[in-house]
């Protein structure tokens, strides 16, 4: 069996991992605060991520194919092509939708960075089957060092990007996602060789590299349109910064609008932070008061912490959340105290002892504030 001589286009090398970057950026900046948007949203971000990362790895891989020189005239099979397409979407969509609707353990992350490993070496065997005039002969270690690399370094670049939701690691995990869509693609090239085979019956149309740079040229422009508008979210500066857990450290004005699921009439609703007045724990739920209306919400006081501290809420009790843009005044008693909210029949929320000196702190700055303006 003679093997083809194989030659590769620096350029389009070099593309292919500047497109891998670009889709993994978009893809994983997409999936940025999703916990704090309504579930339609939520679903429509999940699915364009999975079209951003996915489709990046489909565009990667037959940007280097494109470059790939062989003696020989060769095609590609359509609906092949178009099936490694879609697998990569499914399989990078399956790993996101147990990123963000499953409990976000160290063994969800690991599996969902393991899916999309297998999704990129899936794109990659069943792209390459695509292949018309020529057959892909493949090596047993350019197997192994793909697989290896490939879900090894997604379970990597998930753990960075998941384990803290940091502009910083979203960066180093688009970086780690990179590189293990490109290692995937060139390990496995290394360990493949190139036969010519007769023309076969086809499984689907067949199309020629001119029309095939068409299409990732196109799809290309998509991502990085894509990367652009997601981009724009990063040189938003917020008008302050708050770390989660201190009640101390309360901007002038809110980083952004927390939307909280509650229960009104047997309809689930959501509303806005700013609306609200205070928490209140409610055994493994909470009370949410707003205006004259007392709502449920299932989300415990732990993590209504977690949820609202960042966007200005003060924790007066171990029990009670207050926003300090609707307190109308504070009042002390003894060594304890208590908030009086704006224009409502809404009752008093308690400030105890040790909670006293961090309130009476975040409200002078709210007032501070209020009066700058």
């Known amino acids: 069996m003679e093997f083809l001589t194989v030659s590769h286009s620096s350029f389009l090398i070099g593309m292919s991992c500047l497109v891998a970057l670009v889709a993994g950026f978009t893809g994983l900046s997409l999936t940025r605060d999703l916990s704090q948007k309504p579930m339609f949203q939520k679903k429509i971000a999940i699915a364009l991520a999975a079209i951003a990362l996915g489709g990046g790895i489909w565009a990667m891989h037959f940007v280097a194919m494109l470059g790939l020189k062989l003696p020989i005239l060769f095609y590609y099979d359509a609906a092949i ?7 990569a979407i499914l399989l990078v969509g399956a790993a996101l939708i147990l990123l963000h609707f499953a409990e976000r353990t160290p063994i969800i992350i690991s599996i969902a960075g393991s899916i999309v490993g297998i999704g990129i070496l899936a794109m990659h065997y069943i792209g390459m089957a695509g292949l018309e005039l020529c057959r892909a002969i493949y090596t047993t270690s350019g197997v192994i060092y793909s697989s290896f690399a490939g879900v090894g370094l997604c379970i990597l670049a998930f753990w960075i990007t998941y384990g803290q939701r940091t502009d910083r690691n979203i960066v180093l995990g688009t970086i780690c996602f990179a590189i293990a869509v490109c290692s995937v693609h060139f390990l496995a090239v290394s360990g493949t060789n190139f036969v010519t085979t007769p023309s076969l019956p086809e499984f689907g149309p067949t199309i020629s590299n001119e029309v095939l740079a068409l299409v990732v040229i196109f799809f290309s422009f998509v991502i990085f349109g894509a990367c652009l508008w997601v981009s724009v979210t990063y040189l938003v500066a917020p008008n302050g910064e708050t770390k989660i857990g201190d009640p101390l450290n309360v901007t002038q004005e809110r980083i952004e609008d927390v939307q909280i699921p509650c229960e009104r009439d047997g309809r689930k609703i959501f509303i806005w932070s700013s609306d609200v007045h205070f928490v209140r724990a409610d055994g493994h739920y909470t009370q949410i008061y707003k205006n004259n209306e007392r709502l ?3 989300w415990p006081i732990t993590e209504a912490t977690k949820r609202l501290l960042p966007v200005g809420f003060i924790q007066s009790h171990r029990s009670y959340l207050i926003n300090p843009a609707r307190v109308a005044h504070f009042e002390r008693i003894k060594d304890k105290g208590r908030c009086v909210f704006k224009g409502t029949d809404s009752p008093p929320a308690p400030v105890s002892r040790s909670k006293l ?10 007032i501070g504030a209020v009066r700058a303006k």
Do not use: M
């Open 296 to 298: 449920f919400c299932v």
């Open 81 to 87: 092509t178009l099936v490694s397409a879609l697998s």
């Open 357 to 366: 000196k961090a309130v009476q702190d975040a409200l002078a700055a709210q």
